[in-house]
């Protein structure tokens, strides 16, 4: 199975920040790496699909960059609504796989 | 668009099994995996299986064999996952999930809580 490690596990930030989030896979996966925002009672929501493509309706200020093992994804100006927590998933092979997930919370 | 949704919320006692359904619409039912993901109160998500609804084939995370079982009835469109010997540590939302595209697209959750 790919693994996929994800940092940091969690991150203070204010409105306004610049937030960079890194996750690394154990092998080459292409660019078949996408980014979800989690919200508590909601179900995961798309944020990157295959490494850089902003999921329509996601506002601009997420984006998404890399290939093979190391990807990251940059929100350019944190939003009240953006404290969440995010994760990675790679789907190059089966099983797919996740990152540990960061929480990112209000400084 | 595609859209999966679950059943609803159960409360199960310790020792007893679960199994949630999840009716996917959108897409071809058999075309695409259909994968199982659960999230305890606090935790990460934590994969749980897959299954190809063509053909029934699964695949299941080393922590869960034994006690998952992933299936489908092509007639009612519709996946199942089943979870027994339920333990307190159970309790969580799980999620089916579709990997259309590379993508997953998300049901709603059903809360599942063990308790005696």
């Known amino acids: 199975d790919i693994q996929m490690t994800q940092s940091p596990s969690s991150l203070s930030a204010s409105v306004g920040d610049r937030v960079t989030i890194t996750c690394r896979a154990s092998q080459s996966i292409n660019t078949y790496l996408n980014w979800y925002q989690h919200k508590p009672g909601k179900a995961p929501e798309l944020l990157i699909f295959?490494?850089?493509n902003l999921q329509s309706g996601v506002p601009s200020r997420f984006s998404g960059s890399g290939s093979g093992t190391d990807f990251t994804l940059t929100i350019s100006s944190l939003q009240p609504e953006d404290f969440a927590t995010y994760y990675c998933q790679q789907s190059y092979s089966t099983p797919i796989t996740f990152g540990q997930g960061t929480r990112l919370e209000i400084k | 668009q595609v859209q999966l949704v679950q059943s609803g919320a159960s409360v199960k006692k310790p020792g007893a099994s679960v199994k949630v359904s999840c009716k996917p619409s959108g897409y071809i039912f058999t075309s695409y995996d259909i994968n199982w993901v659960r999230q305890a109160s606090g935790q990460g998500l934590e994969w749980m299986g897959w299954m190809n609804p063509n053909n029934g084939n699964t695949g299941y995370a080393q922590k869960f064999q034994g006690r998952v079982t992933m299936t489908r009835d092509t007639s009612l469109k519709t996946a199942f996952m089943e979870l027994s010997s339920l333990r307190s540590e159970d309790t969580a939302v799980y999620y089916c999930?579709?990997?259309?595209?590379?993508?997953?697209?998300w049901g709603q959750g059903t809360v599942v809580t063990v308790s005696s």
């Open positions: 295959v490494a850089f």
């Open positions: 999930a579709s990997l259309v595209a590379s993508v997953l697209h």
